[in-house]
């Protein structure tokens, strides 16, 4: 790996459950994600708490479950709610191994009864002086919310996100209809890291027999070097999503 190259990875974890939601994966989810050597990870779905799973799971960690991902691999890390209901919580995060300078939380929820945010950090590259931004993202399933979060995710962006600076936003976009890319690259000029290395997007959803186009890496001021689902037996096992992986090389 070169110098200034950096490796992002995207996941919807699910919960820390299986696609049946009869088994508790976070530890097995944990070796997974350890095992591709990202640098930086933006997750979704990820438990912040849950008052009864912690009684019927031996296993259930204490805390955030951000937190207990992160422990001696991943120093810097940040979690947002997006989702909040009687027993718990659940929401994004973002884990990294360079120092998260910064994070906010937005709430990009058209309806009370569809809670989303997006989780933007500013993360302190160790060879550059520029500010890497980065924005972990979980979009809606109807057309209408997408909509109106793109149009909040772009207004954001051109507020807060130098032009000059680098930027990563990736996630779940549930983008059904394929409008990111559009939106993105008209307004943003973001491109998407599969896509530009493929000439297509990556299917990673559901996991065991990957067919919808559900996740994404956009990116601008780096190159990509590599992108796709990492090679690991078991990631269909663990959640109901695959990851996506990409490597960057950045001035």
Known sequence: MSKNQLRILTYNLHKGFNTSNRQFTLHPIRDALVETNADIMLLQEIQGEHSKHGLIHDTWPEGLHSEFLAKDVWPH???????????????????????????????????????????????????????????????GLTGIERRKQFSLLCDRI??????????????????????????????????????????????????????????????RGMEPTLCGRPPHSSWNQLSDHAPLIAAFDLP
């Not at 937005?106 to 945010?117: E, G, L």
């Not at 302190?124 to 980065?134: G, N």
């Not at 599969?194 to 990957?210: Q, V």
């Open 77 to 139: 890390h940040a979690y947002g709610k997006n989702a909040i209901y009687e027993v718990g919580h659940h929401g994004n995060a973002i884990l990294s191994k360079f120092p998260l300078i910064s994070w906010e939380n937005i709430n990009v929820s058209p309806f009370t009864w569809a809670s989303r945010s997006l989780l933007h950090g500013e993360v302190q590259l160790p060879w550059s002086d520029d500010i890497l931004h980065i924005i972990c993202i979980h979009l």
């Open 158 to 219: 051109q507020a807060h996100v130098p032009d000059s600076a680098p930027l990563i936003i990736a996630g779940d976009f549930n983008d059904w209809t394929g409008q990111a890319e559009k939106r993105l690259a008209q307004r943003l000029h973001l491109k998407e890291a599969y896509r530009t290395l493929h000439n297509r997007y990556a299917r990673t959803w559901p996991s065991w027999m990957p067919m919808l186009k559900m996740d994404r890496i956009y990116y």
